[in-house]
């Protein structure tokens, strides 16, 4: 037993309340969480394999999954390269409103997204502030179309990329760059070199969250997308279109693939992590 | 979330700084980017709330459907919002405070919320208390309702707000340790004293942040809501389930002005947040001991 493990051992005989904490804490945790979501996954599996496939490779639903993760990957790939960009303006660079620019982008995630559906929706639409002129010039339509699913997702993911970016940027050492520079580098070739390799895994890890918000995303996506089945219908409406209907079965398979996806997700953003935070201890 | 406050910039070596064309082009793109998905989004809702003027705005706010749905919005973010605060407390105590096997397993669990789709997030209720559910037929001989009815959005509410305090105390706990808490039972404190007057002072900014946050999604929470809500007007639904309906209604003025009133609140929200995390950043390392009296 190391010597911290023995300080933390003499520390639960001598601090207080672990047995009713942690009691509390497993049971709130089991009766919220872990029992619903286990239970959906039997019901799932009551539907036996064949049954699940059924539910899965109906068009209607194979159409969805690809609108819904090709869109998502979209998304976040705009949002990987928007957000390091204001990311690095926020660190590196001292403009007035700086703070102001800081404080907006966490908007995103406190505005609630049926607010940010139906404001994009008004913006977007045939009538509106943008929607207008872009189809008068371009003819291009973005409400009721897959750019309007788009616009909603690249709204939902905007803080991610930044918010994991910001830290990683803020601790990086200047020397480094400054010998590069003084070795003869470009400013292109330093940041392409030096910079770029450091923050590599926190620009993944904001990409990979924000894919993992987007394939999941409901509310900003219902009033722009303009839920045409087969067109731009998305798994998370689909999955309510077919609880209304009272296909139960349909409803509960796509919604344990989505379980699965999130959680293979969500593991491979905890790696992401732990691999950010090892290069940031080794540098 | 991780917590970023702009601190002032150092001045860098002339030979790492960026061309100014360079830095002017990225300034742009950067503010070009929030204007158009953050701060046009947020006009947008005030110029289409007050579209036919401040009358017809506050107008909205008359009808009894609207007004039902904000209470019941206050009173949903009322209940979820303090469970998941007592929750948070008890799960950063045994986590931060102890050392047990499984510990990394159990962080990860508390996160799984963040990681579900809302839908979902509402639909495993659906299958255990919704009339087909496992329980429908239980609750039915009882008479007790939870789907489409109050319960069930409570409950998709504290679903998908889970994490939010919680995650906040545990970072913040992990990182003060608890030589201090020793100290005070050392010198003849009792545990709820301890706690009472070492732990939570030391952690009130960080569980002040979770707690807005988790209110802020609490009361705007769409999604989740809305699979178990049923959506009965005037019983059932919230302010952003009320937005949803008088939208589709093309009643765009009243969606809007309901609307305003959350973005409102996400304002607000933000504000209290910059406000915390320079307090929690202005926070002296060793916190000043409460005076025993």
């Known amino acids: ?283 | 979330m991780s917590s970023a406050v702009v601190s002032p910039i150092p001045k860098a070596h002339p030979t790492v700084r960026d061309p100014w064309l360079f830095r002017i082009g990225l300034i742009t793109m950067a503010s070009a980017f929030l204007l158009l998905f953050v701060v046009i989004p947020v006009w947008t809702v005030f110029h289409e709330a007050l579209a036919k003027g401040v009358g017809t705005y506050f107008a909205a706010f008359q009808d009894s459907a609207g007004r039902s749905a904000i209470g019941l919005t206050l009173l949903v973010a009322a209940i979820a919002v303090p469970c998941n605060l007592i929750f948070g407390l008890c799960a950063s105590w045994a986590i931060a405070k102890f050392q047990f096997p499984g510990k990394s397993l159990l962080v990860t669990f508390i996160d799984l919320p963040f990681a579900v789709s809302p839908v979902v997030s509402g639909l495993i209720y659906v299958l255990l208390f919704g009339s087909r559910g496992w329980f429908g037929p239980l609750l039915s001989a009882w008479n007790v309702q939870i789907i489409f009815a109050v319960p069930g959005i409570v409950l998709a509410t504290i679903f998908v707000t889970f994490p939010f305090v919680a995650r906040e105390l545990i970072t913040i706990m992990q990182a003060q340790g608890s030589e201090e808490e020793q100290a005070a039972l050392s010198l003849g404190a009792s545990g709820w004293q301890t706690f009472w007057r070492i732990t939570l002072p030391k952690a009130k900014w960080g569980l002040l942040y979770g707690v807005i946050l988790c209110n802020a999604r609490a009361m705007g929470e769409f999604g989740a809501v809305s699979v178990v809500s049923g959506h009965i007007r005037g019983l059932t639904n919230t302010i952003p389930l009320h937005v949803e309906i008088l939208y589709n209604e093309y009643n765009f003025v009243a969606a809007f002005a309901m609307a305003s009133l959350l973005t409102l609140l996400a304002l607000l929200t933000l504000v209290i947040k910059s406000f915390l995390e320079w307090r929690m950043r202005a926070a002296p390392t060793a916190t000043e001991l409460p005076s025993f009296g």
């Open chain 1, 1 to 283: 037993m190391s010597w911290r493990a023995l300080q933390l051992w003499y520390q639960r005989k001598i601090l207080p309340g672990f047995g009713l904490t942690l009691g509390i804490t497993l049971a709130y945790l089991s009766l919220i969480v872990l029992i619903p979501l286990s239970a959906t996954f039997l019901r799932a599996s009551a539907l036996g394999w064949d049954g699940i496939v059924h539910a899965l490779t109906s068009p209607r639903v194979v159409a969805s999954f690809e609108l819904s993760f090709s869109i998502s990957l979209y998304a976040a790939l705009i949002n990987a390269l928007l957000g390091t960009i204001l990311g690095w303006v926020l660190i590196r660079y001292d403009f007035p409103g700086r703070r102001i620019v800081d404080a907006i982008v966490d908007l995103p995630f406190a505005l609630p997204t049926a607010v940010a559906g139906i404001a994009l929706t008004a913006i977007y639409a045939g009538n509106g502030l943008i929607g207008q002129p872009l189809a008068a010039l371009t003819g291009l339509k973005v409400a009721y179309t897959p750019l309007g699913i788009l616009i909603a997702l690249i709204f939902v993911g905007l803080p991610f990329v930044v918010r994991t970016v910001q830290p990683v940027l803020e601790d990086l050492e200047v020397e480094y760059e400054e010998a590069a520079a003084s070795l003869g580098a470009s400013r292109l070739q330093t940041i392409r070199r030096v910079v770029l390799p450091q923050i590599l895994p926190a620009i993944l890890t904001g990409f990979a969250l924000a894919f993992a918000r987007a394939v999941g995303e409901y509310g900003s996506v219902v009033f722009i997308s303009g839920n045409m089945p087969m067109k731009t219908e998305i798994v998370p409406l689909l999955i309510i279109t077919k609880l209304e209907q009272y296909d139960y079965a349909g409803a509960t398979a796509i919604a344990a693939l989505m379980l699965v996806i999130s959680f293979v997700l969500l593991f491979g953003i905890n790696a992401l992590q732990r691999w950010s935070h090892h290069i940031r201890v080794a540098t």
